[in-house]
Every structure is written in C-alpha cells, then in structure tokens.
C-alpha cells in the first residue's frame, strides 16, 4: 500500500501563494494523482487532477490560480496555489486513484494522506 504524505500548509493572506507537496512511499508510476479538501461542515471536494502522462484538470473555483503537477521519478505530487481566497480555507488531502475523465473520484482513491491545514486570512 503506498502511503501519501502532504507537507507545505499553513496560514497565508489573501492573495498570497503557497505550494503543497506530496510525497508517496512508492512509486505512482502510471496513477493518478489529484488534491481535494474539506472545510469545515463541508464535504470533501475534488481540487485538481494530474494523470501520469502530466494532463491536468481543476475544479472551477481555482481554474486558473492552482497548478498541479507531478514527478514520477521522485514520486511527489505539487499543488501550486496564487491568488488565495478565504474560501480556499480546508484541509488538503493528497490522493492516489484512477484518473478518469479529467478527474479522480473520491469513492475509487485507492490511497490517502492525512492532510494539511491551509487557512487564508482576509
């Protein structure tokens, strides 16, 4: 079972930038890997999807200002966020599944992280 990491939250501004890595125990050589998050009383949503030849999708609300991106021979996955909003505020999960039609459904993500707090003041 590879097991997924996340590093990189914390508490910015609006408008301000931060990058998320996500760093698996082995390799995710053919997988796809996305981001979700969970703000509070919310359920988890989708984020940004990355299949393993680097085509990329993103949900509406960050189109734009995030960028996902992968390194197979490192095995880590990165979450560049600009322009951060409050409601950006969550925690963000990193997830390992099959990328399907430009996304990763929540219900088929075979592996996990444990999450990292992002909050962005106003």
């Known amino acids: 079972q590879v097991q997924l990491v996340e590093s990189g939250g914390g508490l910015v501004q609006t408008g301000d930038s931060l990058r998320l890595s996500c760093a698996a125990s082995?390799?995710?050589?053919?997988?796809?890997m996305g981001w979700f998050r969970q703000a509070p009383g919310k359920e988890r949503e989708f984020v940004a999807a990355?299949?393993?030849?680097?085509?990329?999708n993103y949900a509406d609300s960050v189109k734009g200002r995030f960028t996902i991106s992968r390194d197979n021979a490192k095995n880590t996955v990165s979450l560049q966020m600009n322009s951060l909003k409050p409601e950006d505020t969550a925690v963000y999960y990193c997830?390992?599944?099959?990328?399907?039609?430009?996304?990763?459904?929540?219900?088929?993500?075979?592996?996990w992280g444990q999450g990292t707090q992002v909050t962005v003041s106003s």
């Open positions: 082995g390799r995710i050589g053919t997988d796809g």
């Open positions: 997830a390992r599944g099959p990328y399907r039609l430009g996304v990763i459904i929540a219900s088929m993500v075979a592996s």
């Open positions: 990355i299949n393993w030849i680097g085509g990329t």
